[in-house]
C-alpha cells in the first residue's frame, strides 16, 4: 500500500522549494519562475495604483462639487404678471429659505443672485460669474470659506468688495486690495434703452476651490448689492439648499418642492454633474477589466513555468511515486509550486501599489518636473493634481482576483504531474 503524507507537509513544501529553485541544470526553470513572479507583481502593482488614482479622482471630483457648490438649486419659473409681463425670479425669498431650511435634512438655504459679466483690470479681461450672497451664507460654503479653503484676504470686509476666484485673479493680474471692474451688459435702464453698467470693487479676499472651472470663473459679491447692480430689487435668482446627506437629494425631492410651494423646479448635484459621474463608473469598471486581463496573462506564464518544471521533473516523479508519493501528494506539491509564485507575486505588487499611493505625490511632481510642469494641466481635468486614495475593498479586489487566477491556472498542470505513469516517465529516461 502507497505511504501516504499528511496534506501540506513539510516533505510537500520541501519538495516544492527544492522543484522552484531549478537546482544543477535544470536552472531554467527558475528562470519562468522569476519571469512568472514579475509578471504578478507588475499586473497587481497596475491594478492597485490604477484603482486608487481612479477612487482618488471621484472622491476628489464629488468632494469639490459639493463643497463649492448648492446640493440643491431651487427656482421658479417665470410667471406672468397683472400687467401682462414676465416676472422672473422669487420675490419672497426669504420665507421660502426659511421654509426650506426647516425641511429634515437640510443644513442651509440661501438666497442667491446670479449673473454673467466681464471683469477688467489691468488691461485685461475675464469672464466671469458673480454669486450674489451674504456673509453668513458665504462662510457655509466648505472649499470657498470653511476650513477645505484656501483663502487669502480677509474676508469679514466682505460687505466693502467682493471675493474672487484665484483664477480670475492670475488672469487680471490682480491681488487683494486692489480694484476690479465689472462690466453687465444688461445695466441701467435708460429713456434710450438699456446701457452696459460699470462698478469698481476692492478685492478683499481670493479663494481656491480646487476646481479649476470655479476658480476660473466665479465671483462672490455681496447680496444686498448684487441685487442692485443686476436690477433685481426685492428678488432673488434661486435658493441654494445644502443638505447633511447628498447622497438622499432624491429621496428629498417632494420634501423640498412642498416647502418650495407652486411653480418651484429643482436642479441637484446629480443632474448637474450625473453624466460625468456616470462616465467615471463606466471607466472603472472598463479599467478593472482590462487590468484583471492584465493580470489573467501575467498568471498564465505560471502554466508555462509548471509545464516546463513538469517535463524536467519527470523522471523524479516517476521514481517518487514508484516510492509510495500519492497522485495527492505529486498534485500539492506542483500546485504548491504554482501558488507561492502567485502569492508572492500578489504580495509584491500589493506592496509596490501602496508604496505608490503613500508616494504619489512626490511621484507627480517628479513627472511633473521632467515634464516640465505640462504633464496635468487642470485646465483638462479640472482640479490641479492627481489624486489617490486607498481603498481597503480596492486592495481586496486585487488581492482576490491575482489569488483567485493563481490557483486555478496552477491546477491543470499539476493534476498532469500528478496523472502521469510513473513506469512510463522512467522509461523515456
Request: aromatic share 8%.
Amino acid at each position: 500500500m502507497a505511504n501516504r503524507t499528511a496534506p501540506f507537509s513539510r516533505f510537500e513544501w520541501m519538495v516544492a522549494w527544492r522543484y522552484m529553485r531549478g537546482i544543477g541544470a535544470d536552472g531554467g526553470v527558475s528562470v519562468v519562475t522569476i519571469i512568472s513572479l514579475l509578471g504578478i507583481t507588475l499586473a497587481v502593482f497596475a491594478l492597485v495604483a490604477t484603482l486608487a488614482v481612479r477612487s482618488g479622482f471621484r472622491t476628489e471630483f464629488v468632494d469639490t462639487i459639493l463643497g463649492a457648490n448648492a446640493h440643491v438649486t431651487v427656482y421658479h419659473a417665470a410667471r406672468s404678471t397683472p400687467e401682462g409681463g414676465l416676472q422672473r425670479g422669487i420675490p419672497d425669498y426669504q420665507a421660502e429659505a426659511e421654509r426650506l431650511s426647516q425641511v429634515a435634512g437640510v443644513t442651509r438655504a440661501a438666497p442667491l443672485i446670479r449673473g454673467q459679466i466681464m471683469a477688467n483690470a489691468n488691461g485685461r479681461n475675464a469672464g466671469a460669474e458673480v454669486f450674489g450672497i451674504t456673509l453668513e451664507d458665504l462662510k457655509g460654503i466648505p472649499r470657498v470659506a470653511g476650513d477645505e479653503a484656501t483663502l487669502e484676504g480677509d474676508l469679514s470686509r466682505f460687505d466693502e468688495g467682493v471675493a474672487i476666484g484665484s483664477g480670475v485673479a492670475r488672469e487680471l493680474g490682480v491681488m487683494v486690495g486692489d480694484r476690479v471692474r465689472l462690466i453687465s451688459p444688461d445695466g441701467v435702464k435708460t429713456a434710450f434703452g438699456t446701457s452696459p453698467r460699470v462698478s469698481a470693487y476692492e478685492v478683499v479676499a481670493i479663494f481656491t476651490a480646487g476646481r479649476y472651472d470655479i476658480d476660473r470663473t466665479r465671483i462672490y459679491m455681496p447680496f444686498a448689492e448684487a441685487q442692485s447692480y443686476f436690477n433685481r430689487e426685492g428678488f432673488a435668482d434661486e435658493i441654494e439648499v445644502m443638505v447633511r446627506d447628498p447622497d438622499k437629494v432624491d429621496e428629498m425631492s417632494p420634501a423640498l418642492l412642498g416647502a418650495a410651494g407652486d411653480g418651484a423646479l429643482l436642479w441637484s448635484w446629480r443632474d448637474s454633474s450625473g453624466a460625468f459621474l456616470r462616465a467615471l463608473s463606466v471607466e472603472d469598471n472598463v479599467m478593472f477589466i482590462i487590468l484583471s486581463i492584465l493580470v489573467l496573462i501575467a498568471s498564465l506564464n505560471i502554466i508555462a513555468g509548471l509545464i516546463m518544471l513538469v517535463r524536467t521533473k519527470s523522471r523524479a516523479i516517476g521514481i517518487l511515486r514508484t516510492m509510495g508519493l500519492t497522485e495527492g501528494a505529486v498534485l500539492r506539491i506542483f500546485f504548491l509550486c504554482g501558488v507561492a509564485t502567485g502569492v508572492t507575486g500578489t504580495a509584491l505588487g500589493l506592496f509596490l501599489g501602496v508604496m505608490f499611493v503613500v508616494n504619489i505625490d512626490f511621484i507627480f511632481a517628479v513627472v511633473n518636473g521632467v515634464g516640465d510642469g505640462g504633464v496635468w494641466d487642470p485646465a483638462i481635468r479640472g482640479i490641479y493634481a492627481l489624486p489617490a486614495e486607498l481603498r481597503l475593498v480596492d486592495v481586496v479586489k486585487a488581492a482576490a482576483l491575482s489569488l483567485g487566477l493563481s490557483f486555478v491556472v496552477t491546477l491543470p498542470p499539476a493534476w498532469r504531474a500528478a496523472r502521469m505513469n510513473p513506469v512510463e516517465a522512467l522509461r523515456h529516461e
